[in-house]
């Protein structure tokens, strides 16, 4: 349990979170250390539940009374006690609660733990989009009403999250709308045409939205790095980037650009588990396996980038990516925020969680100081 997704209360072990659950409200846990064992227990939700901190802290006193009791019984046999009405009903409710919890996991021995606690994770965190996604599906009915064209760039290092941001973007969304596009290796005719032709090739009509998995901005970082274009043509690029996007936005094109900002720890993690892992070796290229050595090339380039093509018509959301839901989160709030659209659900929350949505200001600052480029 992260107690930091959790506030304190007026009551000593009781905690409200942070997160406001669709249809549920807050949810209220106790969590306290007795004879050297940790409890932690989920006592309800506002919402649902109808709960507020005095009557939180009611069944937190419930349970810490049961622990008591059942501890009591441990330590004594229960042929030398008598059990009250009232212990005896505690008991039939933890049985009862227990065999509903059996009921869901079926034969949860069977499993692995940390994959039936991710399967977990993932189902609520998939409850927690949907209603984000819901208004995904809106917003595109808007553009395709309105005529309206957008254009999404997912940019950041290998085994950023990108890929899986996208998935959860265009989940629910009509395919007849939106293309996902990842270019590969240029050709021979398309090395000699201008730089940004080959993508404009694949921008949206009146109503489409395209999400560009990775986009001209290998320009900016894999080619320099990688030596996949001369420094002259890394230099036109980045002095001629600004005004393309800008005369972009001025032809009415809504563009967003994101950049999912993995730390270096957390991407070898994710490059040893596609090693490990079967069904993610395929992810495995040449090129992850190098990016690990050029961490720092890349950052250089990455500081360079933000720097210089961060603009008030295009600017750039970094997005903190080591959490990948709440990454994927943050782009859904930003993409929903860079549209007007009716009927927008206003009890949702589109304010940016500033630990994950970072200003590109923000994120020069910090790779300065700890020297991370």
Same mark, same amino acid.
């Given at each position: 349990?992260?107690?930091? /997704?959790?506030?304190?209360?007026?009551?000593?072990?009781?905690?409200?979170?942070? /997160?406001?659950?669709?249809?549920?409200?807050?949810?209220?846990?106790?969590?306290?250390?007795?004879?050297?064992?940790?409890?932690?227990?989920?006592?309800?939700?506002?919402?649902?539940?109808?709960?507020?901190? #005095?009557? =939180?802290?009611?069944?937190?006193?419930?349970?810490?009374?049961?622990?008591?009791? #059942?501890?009591?019984?441990?330590?004594?046999p229960i042929t030398n006690k008598k059990i009250s009405n009232e212990e005896?009903?505690?008991?039939?409710?933890?049985?009862?609660?227990?065999?509903?919890? $059996?009921?869901?996991?079926?034969?949860?021995?069977?499993?692995?733990?940390?994959?039936?606690?991710?399967?977990?994770?993932?189902?609520?965190?998939?409850?927690?989009?949907? *209603?984000?996604?819901?208004?995904?599906?809106?917003?595109?009915?808007?553009?395709?009403?309105?005529?309206?064209?957008?254009?999404?760039?997912?940019?950041?290092?290998? =085994?950023?999250?990108?890929?899986?941001?996208?998935?959860?973007?265009?989940?629910?969304?009509?395919?007849?709308?939106?293309?996902?596009?990842?270019?590969?290796? *240029?050709?021979?005719?398309?090395?000699?045409?201008?730089?940004?032709?080959?993508?404009?090739?694949?921008?949206?009509?009146?109503?489409?939205?395209?999400?560009?998995?990775?986009?001209?901005?290998?320009?900016?970082?894999?080619?320099?790095?990688?030596?996949?274009?001369?420094?002259?043509?890394?230099?036109?690029?980045?002095?001629?980037?600004?005004?393309?996007?800008?005369?972009?936005?001025?032809?009415?094109?809504?563009?967003?650009?994101?950049?999912?900002?993995?730390? $270096?720890?957390?991407?070898?993690?994710?490059?040893?588990?596609?090693?490990?892992?079967?069904?993610?070796?395929?992810?495995?290229?040449?090129?992850?396996?190098?990016?690990?050595?050029?961490?720092?090339?890349?950052?250089?380039?990455?500081?360079?980038?933000?720097?210089?093509?961060?603009? #008030?018509?295009?600017?750039?959301?970094?997005?903190?990516?080591?959490?990948?839901?709440?990454?994927?989160?943050?782009?859904?709030?930003?993409?929903?925020?860079?549209?007007?659209? *009716? #009927?927008?659900?206003?009890?949702?929350?589109?304010? *940016?969680?500033?630990?994950?949505?970072?200003?590109?200001?923000?994120?020069?600052?910090?790779?300065?100081?700890?020297?991370?480029?």
């Amino acid at each position: 349990m992260n107690l930091k /997704q959790f506030d304190k209360t007026a009551f000593t072990g009781l905690f409200i979170s942070t /997160q406001e659950f669709k249809n549920y409200g807050k949810k209220f846990i106790t969590r306290f250390q007795k004879n050297g064992k940790r409890y932690v227990k989920v006592l309800g939700y506002t919402k649902k539940d109808n709960l507020d901190e #005095n009557k =939180a802290n009611k069944l937190m006193l419930e349970y810490r009374s049961l622990i008591d009791t #059942n501890n009591k019984l441990k330590k004594e046999p229960i042929t030398n006690k008598k059990i009250s009405n009232e212990e005896s009903l505690k008991i039939k409710e933890i049985l009862k609660e227990c065999e509903y919890i $059996k009921s869901i996991l079926g034969e949860y021995q069977k499993y692995d733990i940390d994959g039936l606690k991710e399967t977990i994770t993932g189902y609520y965190e998939a409850e927690e989009m949907k *209603p984000y996604q819901i208004e995904l599906i809106k917003m595109q009915n808007y553009l395709e009403e309105t005529n309206k064209k957008m254009i999404i760039l997912f940019e950041g290092r290998d =085994a950023s999250g990108k890929g899986g941001a996208i998935r959860r973007i265009t989940r629910y969304m009509n395919n007849k709308h939106y293309r996902v596009v990842a270019l590969g290796k *240029p050709t021979e005719t398309q090395r000699s045409q201008w730089f940004f032709q080959r993508y404009i090739e694949h921008f949206p009509t009146g109503g489409e939205v395209i999400l560009f998995d990775r986009s001209w901005y290998n320009r900016a970082m894999v080619e320099p790095v990688f030596g996949f274009c001369t420094e002259e043509e890394h230099q036109i690029f980045m002095e001629d980037v600004v005004n393309f996007e800008h005369d972009l936005v001025r032809q009415n094109i809504i563009l967003i650009k994101l950049y999912f900002s993995v730390s $270096k720890s957390e991407q070898l993690r994710r490059f040893e588990r596609r090693m490990t892992d079967p069904l993610r070796q395929w992810k495995l290229s040449e090129v992850d396996l190098q990016a690990q050595d050029l961490w720092d090339d890349f950052g250089e380039k990455k500081y360079e980038m933000l720097r210089r093509t961060n603009s #008030n018509s295009a600017p750039w959301y970094v997005l903190r990516s080591d959490i990948k839901h709440k990454a994927r989160l943050e782009a859904i709030k930003v993409i929903l925020n860079s549209v007007d659209y *009716p #009927n927008k659900n206003q009890s949702l929350d589109y304010m *940016p969680d500033e630990e994950i949505n970072i200003s590109v200001q923000k994120e020069l600052a910090r790779m300065r100081k700890q020297k991370d480029y």
